[in-house]
């Protein structure tokens, strides 16, 4: 027999149910309890709908009725009052920014008081910028997490900026998020919102390229190339670029995820440590697959436009005039490279937000994306000499009077003919470019999640 709640949880529960049955039919069926959960951040939000039927629906008829969902929702009551006790730092009885930004220092993760002002925003119903049990319970009705690391961690899909070159894909998946097949839809977010930032930034990503090869003489011959094939041709390559991003990211996302689940670790225990090795792991053999399709975008990009019809033309090029082992041109600079970047920008990352730590109820939304690009432009710095090495020697027989040359080779002549600067060329076109990747990255990824079921 159903215990019922008291007169004022009935009303409460009833009123939830009335705004969850969309189609007002006295019934709650999965698709209505899917988007309710996607509009607040779920993740596998269709599964989890799923499941709460298959627990629930005691007629089996595919749907809730009141009483069905009535007592679904006291289970929920008497799981996480408890819970709601600890969140409630100071036991007012309602939880605020302040016990949000605590409850994520103590799980070390450092967030603003923006990031923490939208969670509450998330539950809070009455526009009183607290959160009392019954919004909370609201929150957790539809977000059926099972204990509190998983709620915080549902919290944290909407929060991650990622200032680097590539798209911000989550690196840590849960094992349910793994086993469920949630995955492919961040992979899938973020890829579209990949190839659009990077097809928006592709004629500063050319200008880039361009600087690394030819240094000062890059504007004469940039605008050479654009009287002869017209602004288009600032695009030229950016297909293969979009087609590497994607894959080469979730190859490296599989392996990390991969070698964590067989290393049985979980993503709290992990230390900066094995956080670095676990990158420099699974980004080497990543960047190993898909490194041809590297040296293919070079090479357009430094083409004048018409050289090549296609991305098909251009390897049978190289093929043929070269080698294969021109396809791998610059590897060893260019993997090389990675690690300085990610050393030194995990070690700046880390001291970043131990300072953020100690005083993170100031630190403000647009302060923490700040520091987060201090860390991308200190492993910028630190890695881009081999960087630009790397990209020399892609670009190298592209013209008859070019000759292979090593690593110490290029190290060698680009010192020579332009001297320490020459390391650093087009330094400055990387960083204007990041910061629209990073932005254009984010916005639309965590809008495309809550588009895709």
Same mark, same amino acid.
């Given at each position: 027999?159903?215990?019922?709640?008291?007169?004022?949880?009935?009303?409460?529960?009833?009123?939830?149910?009335?705004?969850?049955?969309?189609?007002?039919?006295?019934?709650?069926?999965?698709?209505?309890?899917?988007?309710?959960?996607?509009?607040?951040?779920?993740?596998?939000?269709?599964?989890?709908?799923?499941?709460?039927?298959?627990?629930?629906?005691?007629?089996?008829?595919?749907?809730?009725?009141?009483?069905?969902?009535?007592?679904?929702?006291?289970?929920?009551?008497?799981?996480?009052?408890?819970?709601?006790?600890?969140?409630?730092?100071?036991?007012?009885?309602?939880?605020?920014?302040?016990?949000?930004?605590?409850?994520?220092?103590?799980?070390?993760?450092?967030?603003?008081?923006?990031?923490?002002?939208?969670?509450?925003?998330?539950?809070?119903?009455?526009?009183?910028?607290?959160?009392?049990?019954?919004?909370?319970?609201?929150?957790?009705?539809?977000?059926?997490?099972?204990?509190?690391?998983?709620?915080?961690?549902?919290?944290?899909?909407?929060?991650?900026?990622?200032?680097?070159?590539?798209?911000?894909?989550?690196?840590?998946?849960?094992?349910?998020?793994?086993?469920?097949?949630?995955?492919?839809?961040?992979?899938?977010?973020?890829?579209?919102?990949?190839?659009?930032?990077?097809?928006?930034?592709?004629?500063?990503?050319?200008?880039?390229?361009?600087?690394?090869?030819?240094?000062?003489?890059?504007?004469?011959?940039?605008?050479?190339?654009?009287?002869?094939?017209?602004?288009?041709?600032?695009?030229?390559?950016?297909?293969?670029?979009?087609?590497?991003?994607?894959?080469?990211?979730?190859?490296?996302?599989?392996?990390?995820?991969?070698?964590?689940?067989?290393?049985?670790?979980?993503?709290?225990?992990?230390?900066?440590?094995?956080?670095?090795?676990?990158?420099?792991?699974?980004?080497?053999?990543?960047?190993?697959?898909?490194?041809?399709?590297?040296?293919?975008?070079?090479?357009?990009?430094?083409?004048?436009?018409?050289?090549?019809?296609?991305?098909? %033309?251009?390897?049978? /090029? !190289? =093929?043929? @005039?070269?080698? *294969?082992?021109? +396809? &791998?041109? #610059?590897?060893?600079? $260019?993997?090389?490279?990675?690690?300085?970047?990610?050393?030194?920008?995990?070690?700046?990352?880390?001291?970043?937000?131990?300072?953020?730590?100690?005083?993170?109820?100031?630190?403000?939304?647009?302060?923490?994306?700040?520091?987060?690009?201090?860390?991308?432009?200190?492993?910028?710095?630190?890695?881009?000499?081999?960087?630009?090495?790397?990209?020399?020697?892609?670009?190298?027989?592209?013209?008859?009077?070019?000759?292979?040359?090593?690593?110490? %080779?290029?190290?060698? /002549? !680009? =010192?020579? @003919?332009?001297? *320490?600067?020459? +390391? &650093?060329? #087009?330094?400055?076109? $990387?960083?204007?470019?990041?910061?629209?990747?990073?932005?254009?990255?984010?916005?639309?990824?965590?809008?495309?999640?809550?588009?895709?079921?």
């Amino acid at each position: 027999m159903t215990q019922h709640p008291s007169p004022k949880g009935t009303q409460q529960f009833r009123s939830l149910f009335l705004r969850l049955d969309a189609n007002s039919d006295g019934f709650i069926a999965v698709d209505e309890l899917r988007k309710e959960m996607k509009k607040i951040g779920v993740s596998a939000a269709e599964e989890k709908a799923q499941a709460i039927l298959g627990d629930y629906d005691l007629n089996n008829d595919g749907r809730l009725d009141y009483e069905e969902f009535l007592t679904y929702m006291m289970d929920r009551e008497k799981k996480w009052k408890i819970n709601f006790q600890v969140l409630d730092k100071n036991n007012c009885g309602v939880i605020d920014q302040e016990d949000i930004i605590d409850l994520f220092k103590e799980l070390g993760v450092v967030i603003s008081k923006q990031h923490a002002k939208k969670i509450i925003q998330m539950m809070d119903c009455d526009n009183s910028m607290t959160v009392d049990w019954n919004e909370f319970l609201q929150h957790i009705i539809l977000n059926p997490a099972e204990d509190i690391a998983e709620l915080v961690s549902s919290w944290k899909r909407s929060m991650v900026f990622d200032v680097g070159e590539s798209r911000p894909l989550p690196m840590d998946f849960t094992r349910e998020e793994t086993d469920s097949g949630a995955w492919k839809k961040y992979i899938l977010a973020g890829g579209i919102a990949d190839a659009v930032s990077r097809t928006v930034t592709a004629p500063i990503d050319r200008i880039k390229i361009q600087l690394q090869v030819y240094g000062s003489g890059a504007v004469s011959h940039g605008l050479r190339e654009i009287r002869a094939g017209g602004i288009k041709s600032m695009w030229q390559g950016n297909a293969v670029n979009v087609m590497k991003g994607t894959p080469q990211s979730t190859l490296q996302c599989l392996i990390y995820n991969r070698v964590k689940i067989l290393g049985e670790v979980s993503e709290g225990e992990l230390t900066v440590q094995q956080r670095f090795g676990l990158g420099c792991i699974s980004g080497a053999a990543a960047h190993a697959v898909f490194y041809p399709l590297e040296v293919l975008k070079v090479r357009l990009n430094l083409q004048q436009a018409g050289t090549y019809t296609g991305l098909k %033309e251009c390897a049978k /090029s !190289i =093929y043929q @005039n070269e080698s *294969i082992v021109a +396809f &791998y041109r #610059g590897f060893r600079p $260019s993997l090389l490279c990675m690690i300085p970047y990610a050393g030194v920008e995990c070690a700046v990352y880390q001291s970043v937000m131990s300072w953020a730590k100690a005083d993170a109820a100031d630190s403000s939304e647009s302060r923490l994306f700040l520091c987060s690009f201090a860390a991308f432009a200190s492993g910028q710095t630190a890695s881009y000499p081999l960087a630009v090495i790397r990209t020399q020697q892609q670009a190298q027989a592209i013209s008859s009077t070019t000759q292979t040359s090593s690593a110490v %080779e290029t190290l060698t /002549s !680009i =010192y020579r @003919n332009q001297g *320490i600067r020459g +390391f &650093y060329s #087009g330094m400055g076109a $990387s960083f204007a470019r990041a910061f629209p990747c990073a932005l254009l990255n984010y916005t639309l990824t965590s809008r495309l999640e809550i588009l895709f079921p």
